[in-house]
C-alpha cells in the first residue's frame, strides 16, 4: 500500500510512524502494532500510533527516527505493509514458552530493548516470562553482560571503586548521602548514581536534586569524582545499562519484583558504572523481603553473579520492618539527612545508626581497617559533613550551599494526626506510607510528605503520631481518607 | 503539577493525554504510562503520549475521551500526578501470580478493556498469564460470560441459528462462503460474520471484500438475512464482544495461541451473534492442533464450556496437514470459491468435499435428515452459487454481482516456480504459505498471493509447483529468497 511520507519534527525517541484512520483500517493494524516500510532498497520497521488530524488520509507521518533511516524526502511515496514477527519477539517467545535462551538470543533481545526496537506489548511479554518462568543463573549472567555491553560506561582504571544498593521497599531511609559522604572522607571513590523514585515517596535522586544539580554528564561526573572522590547524581541520563530502563518502566505498570531483572538491572549498571567494591543493603521483615531466608537466597544469587564479572558484592540484612527516618518525601528526606549530618541532638538515630553501619561495612570491604568506629568519627566529627557540601558544590559549580539549604520549603497545607487511642505502635507500613506520599503529591511536588513523630514504639491517646504535607487541600483530603481506608500506622 | 489543558480534536480511541519532553521528565512518565488528572472536583485516569511539538512545555494536549470526561475548557488549569496503580491492573498482577479471579474480578477486566482503560503492556501481562497460568473451566465460562456482557448482540428471537467457525492455521481453506450458501439454500438461517487475517493471508472477510461490501450496520445485516436467509459480514466493526478485538491484538504480538481465550473469545462472538448451532472445524496434523487428541482435548472444552451458555457445539476434526483449495489469497480464494460454487469441473476437490461435510454435519445439527447428500445436490444443482449470488448483491444493494466477479483481477507481476527433482511431496507448510503470502503482499494487497498446482502427491523434475502473484517485484524477489531460506514445499 502506498502512502505518502511526511517528515514530521518529531524525536520520538522511537521508530514511530503516525497513520490516519483509513490507512490504519485498510492495513487492519492498531496503536503500538509494527508494520514494515519499503523505500528505494530499504526495508525497515516502524511502531504505529493512529492520529488522524496530523496526517491526511493517504499521507504517514514519520518521526526522525524512521526518516533518518530512510534518508527519504518528504512527500515522497513509501511502500507500507504489515510486518512479520521481528526476531526480538521470536525470542521473547520463545522464553514464554518455557525454553533457555542463548547468550545470542539474550545479547540479540537486549540491544533490541535498547534501540526502542521492541513495543511495550512485547516488552511486558517478556518480564512476564521472567517473572512466571524464571530465568538460570547462566542466563541472568548473560543478561547483565549484555545490559552492560549495550550502554555506555565509566572507567576508572585499576582503582577501587565503591558503590552501595539497596534493593528498596523502605520508606525514608535515605542513607545513601550520608554512607557517600562517610566514605569519601574517608578516602574512597564512590561515583554514586541513583534513581528517581519509582513507587516510593521519593528516590536518591529526588532528595538530592532538592538543593543540588543531579544531571551530569560522564565527563561532569568524573570532574567532581577528581575533586571530592564522589557524586551524588541521577542515573537515569547517563545511557549506563539503557535496556534496563525500558524494561523498568513495564515492571512498574503492575509493581512488579522480577528477581531475575532485578539481579540483573542492579549489577549491569553497577559494572558500568565502574564499581567493584558494592555492598547491596537487603532489609526484610516487610517490603520486598519478607522473611531473612529469602533476603539470604537473593543475598546469596548476587554474590555467585557478581563472580563472573570480577567485581566483589557484599549483601547486609537490614530492619526492614518500619520506615527509616522521620521524613517521608523529598525535601522531608533531606532535612533528615542534613541533620544527621550536622550531629543535631534531634536527628534520626535510626537513619544515623544504619547509615555509619553501611558505611563501615564499604569501608571494610575495601580494605580500611576498624571501619565502623572510624566511620562514626568521621560522621560526628563533622568531616562527613564537609565532604557532602564539597559534592553539592562541585555538581552545583557554585558555593551557595548554604544558602540552597536555607530555601529547603515543606509544603503550605499541613495536617497533624494523633494516636486515637493508647497503646503500642503494631505496624507503621513501608508500601502504605509510600503510597498515601504519592496521594500527597510526591515525587512530582517535592515539598510534599509525610513526617513520623513515632515509631514502633508505645503512644498515649492524642500523641502526635505524624504531620501530611502538600501543596493541594484536596490532596490533603484525598490522604486523610486514605488513612482511613487502609490505616498505615496501627496502635494495638 | 500544574498544566494549561488544550483540547485537541481528536478521538483517539482510548483516554490518551499529551505531553512535552519537560513535563514527562519531571513527572517520570513514559509513552503508554498511566497519570492522573484532577479538574475541580473530578480526578480520572490517561495514558500518556509523548510529542512535543505539539503541545508547549506547560501544556497537556487532551484527546476528546478526556475532555468530554472533564468537561474542562481549553486553556484552563488541570492538575496532573502519577497514578496509584489501577484496580485493573491489581487483577492482572493477581492472574500473574497464578491465584484463581472471582467472577466480579473477571467482569471488572474484560469491561476496563472494551473501554480501552487498559495499556497494552497491562493486556499483554494478562495474555502472558493466561498462557502461562491458564485459566480454570469456571474462569473461562466467566470469562465467555463477561465478553458477552460488555458488547453489543444480535438477536432473533427463539429460532435455531446456525454458526460454523475454523480455528484457523490452514492456508487457503476458504469453505465458509460455500458451506453458507448451501446452508442458507436449505433453509437454515445463518448470519455469518468472520474477521479479517490475523497471521493468514486472507480471512473470509478480506476474501468477500473482492467483490462485497463486508461491513454492515447490525440492522443493515437483519435486513440480508430476512431477505436470504444469510449474510457473509466483517465482524470486527460490529461491536460483539469488544474486548476480544484487544486482546486479539495484543496476542498478534507475538503469534500466540492462548487455549483459554480462544475458547472464550469463540464463543462468546457467537452468543453475541445470536448463533445456538455451532460447528467447530478444528483441523489436526500441522498448525495449531499438532495431533488428534489435542484437537479432541479442545473440541471437549468448546462442548463443555457452551453447555452454560444453552448452546449446542459440535467439533468436528479434519485434515489439517496440508492446505485446502489452490488459491492463497484473497482474490485468488475467491476464484476457488466461486469454481466450486459453479461446479467447475476444474475445482480443487478438496475443498467442494470439506465443504459439503461441514454443512451436511451443521444442517444435520439443525435438524435435517440426510443432510449430507442434500447439501452435495444443493451445492451440485447450482443452488448454492445462487444463494452466494443473492447474499452477495443484498449486501451490495445492487444486481452487479457479475460485473464485480468478472473485475476480479490477479497481481500485475508472477513467478512460475517448479519442482527441483522429481519425488513425492511430503510437505506444504501452511505457515510457511502463509508467511510467503505476507511477503508477497497479502492481504493489503488482495492481487497478491500463491496458486498451488500440486498438493501432496507425487511430481517430476520441471512441473510447475506454484505460481507467485505480487504487485511488486522487489516483494517478489523476497519471496525467492523466502522459499531459498524456508522451502515452503519439500520433495522427497
Do not use: H, M
Given at each position: 500500500m502506498k502512502l505518502k511520507s511526511r517528515n514530521l519534527n518529531w524525536l520520538a525517541g522511537r521508530p514511530v510512524v503516525i497513520l490516519g484512520n483509513e490507512a490504519s483500517k485498510k492495513l487492519n493494524v492498531h496503536v503500538d502494532e509494527r508494520i514494515a516500510i519499503r523505500y528505494k532498497k530499504k526495508k525497515i520497521y516502524a511502531v504505529v500510533d493512529i492520529f488522524p488530524d496530523l496526517v491526511g488520509q493517504n499521507e504517514i507521518g514519520l518521526s526522525n527516527e524512521i526518516s533518518s533511516m530512510l534518508q527519504n524526502k518528504?512527500?515522497?511515496?513509501?511502500?507500507?505493509?504489515t510486518a512479520e514477527m521481528f526476531l526480538g519477539a521470536r525470542i521473547v517467545r520463545k522464553k514464554m514458552s518455557g525454553e533457555k535462551l542463548s547468550k545470542e538470543e539474550i545479547g540479540l533481545l537486549v540491544s533490541e530493548i535498547a534501540n526502542n526496537n521492541l513495543t511495550e506489548a512485547e516488552i511486558a511479554y517478556f518480564v512476564a516470562a521472567e517473572k512466571i518462568r524464571g530465568l538460570s543463573h547462566?542466563?541472568?549472567?548473560?543478561?547483565?553482560e549484555a545490559m552492560v555491553k549495550t550502554g555506555k560506561k565509566l572507567d576508572f582504571g585499576n582503582e577501587i571503586i565503591a558503590d552501595k544498593h539497596c534493593i528498596g521497599g523502605i520508606a525514608g531511609n535515605r542513607t545513601t548521602p550520608i554512607v557517600v559522604s562517610i566514605c569519601a572522607a574517608a578516602g574512597l571513590k564512590m561515583p554514586k548514581s541513583s534513581s528517581r523514585a519509582i513507587t516510593s515517596a521519593a528516590g536518591t535522586a529526588d532528595t538530592i536534586e532538592t538543593i543540588a544539580n543531579v544531571e551530569l554528564s560522564l565527563d561532569e561526573i568524573k570532574e567532581v569524582v577528581k575533586k571530592t572522590n564522589a557524586c551524588l547524581v541521577w542515573g537515569g541520563s547517563l545511557g549506563l545499562a539503557p535496556s534496563d530502563d525500558k524494561i523498568i518502566h513495564i515492571e512498574r505498570v503492575l509493581n512488579l519484583d522480577v528477581e531475575p531483572q532485578l539481579l540483573a538491572s542492579i549489577l549491569s549498571k553497577k559494572i558500568a558504572a565502574g564499581s567493584n567494591r558494592i555492598l547491596i543493603d537487603i532489609p526484610f521483615g516487610s517490603g520486598k523481603m519478607k522473611t531473612l531466608s529469602k533476603a539470604k537466597s537473593l543475598?546469596?544469587?548476587?554474590?555467585?553473579?557478581a563472580k563472573h564479572f570480577n567485581v566483589k558484592v557484599k549483601p547486609i540484612y537490614t530492619h526492614g520492618i518500619e520506615p527509616i527516618g522521620n521524613g517521608i518525601g523529598p525535601v522531608l528526606e533531606m532535612k533528615d539527612v542534613l541533620s544527621v549530618l550536622k550531629n543535631e541532638a534531634t536527628?534520626?538515630?535510626?537513619?544515623?545508626?544504619?547509615?555509619?553501619?553501611?558505611?563501615?561495612?564499604l569501608m571494610s570491604m575495601c580494605g580500611i581497617f576498624f571501619a565502623k568506629s572510624k566511620a562514626r568519627k568521621i560522621l560526628e566529627s563533622g568531616d562527613a559533613y564537609k565532604k557532602f557540601k564539597e559534592i553539592i558544590n562541585a555538581q552545583n559549580k557554585s558555593n551557595d550551599f548554604d544558602k540552597r539549604v536555607s530555601k529547603l520549603?515543606?509544603?503550605?497545607?499541613?495536617?497533624?494526626?494523633?494516636?486515637?487511642?493508647?497503646?503500642k505502635i503494631v505496624e507503621i507500613g513501608n508500601s502504605k506510607i509510600n503510597s498515601m506520599c504519592r496521594v500527597l503529591g510526591t515525587p512530582e511536588?517535592?515539598?510534599?510528605?509525610?513526617?513520623l513523630h513515632k515509631h514502633l514504639e508505645n503512644v498515649l491517646r492524642g500523641e502526635k503520631l505524624m504531620t501530611l504535607y502538600s501543596e493541594n487541600e484536596e490532596k490533603l483530603e484525598d490522604a486523610l481518607k486514605f488513612i482511613k481506608e487502609f490505616e498505615p500506622i496501627r496502635i494495638n
Open positions: 518528504s512527500g515522497e511515496d513509501v511502500d507500507i505493509g547462566q542466563e541472568i549472567v548473560q543478561l547483565t543475598g546469596k544469587k548476587f554474590k555467585s553473579i536527628c534520626p538515630r535510626d537513619l544515623k545508626e544504619k547509615s555509619i553501619l553501611l558505611a563501615g561495612t520549603k515543606l509544603a503550605k497545607y499541613k495536617k497533624e494526626i494523633y494516636a486515637a487511642k493508647s497503646g511536588t517535592n515539598s510534599a510528605g509525610v513526617y
